[in-house]
């Protein structure tokens, strides 16, 4: 508990595009070999916008734990699970919606953004307001300290650090409380103790934030602390409350955005997706009818490789020198637009080689989704049924 802790979740769209790959999947390969990960399918946000669609979800998260097969994330390694199939889910989205002031929710800026963009939609819901609560819920029910996302689900996170402080707030309190984390200190051993102490007065006194990282790691490294003793010690770092539920951190992906065909963002709804799995013909054919720079009307025009779409793809995709080679040939009409855009589609296609073959075994043997799914949902239960204990507890609804 409190060891690192990664938690990422996408909503169920289906084959996945090379978007989500660049965008997410990349990140979460990497992350895998480095923490403990939980990765799952988050059916009920569908529903937060597409309630009226929900019997096309459950062939999307299929699709979708295929593709993230495909890219390499390895059950091994990562807990892949369907957030309806652990209802603690649930319950801590309920328990946290009646500490969530409605105002916090109204300012999330996707709120505004998103009704106004999907006017098509009715998203004058409680489900639909209430999204960054069953993030929180999504978060906060492993404990799971990093998040991976992208910029626009920052404001989200926020709301869960809040939403996680202000319940630690009311629900942390207990009586005694100041002799019962100093005595836990005193379980650290004489040394750690010691540092403990001298960390928290430098946090408390001088506002040393580096201080409190370190007492919260020399925290994560100790093992022999009960769950009490170690939620009032990460407590008494800040003040004067246990720590329940701790703040969790955005692990902002870095990612060059992957314009679509057509230059707007890739979706699959758009049109314009290159998908992760596509067949290679599929790849050369999509990419060789893509705009071009109209000033090249004719092959002896030079041109400008930012007037069109595929120079994002040469920036994922190409070496230095392939760039190199394409803005010079472009500025010049040394090379022609099917000239540059081979080494997209040749570099497309190479990338997918390893992830069609990954994903074969699965297209041939669909249960070996469904058995990997099923464990993950019940390691996911675990550990989510334990902080469930915890919080019932700290609220007084455990009944023992
Ligand atoms: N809201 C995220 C999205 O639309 C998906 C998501 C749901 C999520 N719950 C999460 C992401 C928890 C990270 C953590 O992309």
Redesign the pocket.
Known sequence: MFADRV?????PTGRMHIGHYHGALKNWIKLQEEYECLF?A?DW?ALTTHFDESETIADSVWEMFVDWLAAGVDPTRATLFI?SRVPEHAELTLLLGMITPVGWLERVPTYKDQQQRLVDRDLSNFGFLG?PV??SA??LVYR?NK????E??VS??EVTRELARRFNHIYGREPGFEEKAKGAIKKLGRAKAKRYETMRTAFQEQGDTQALEAARELLEETQNLSLGDRERLFGYLEGSRRVILPEPQPLLTETPRVPGLDGQKMSKSYGNAILMREEPAAVTQKIRTMQTDPARARRSDPGDPEHGPVWPLHQIYSSRETRDWVWKGCTTAGIGCLDCKQPVIDAIIKEQQPMRERAQKYVDDPTLVRNIVADGCERARKLAEETMRDVRDAMGLSYD
């Open positions: 938690l990422s979740g996408m909503r799952f988050a946000h957030q999204y069953m993030m999504d978060i799971a998040v991976p996302v992208g626009d689900q989200h996170i």
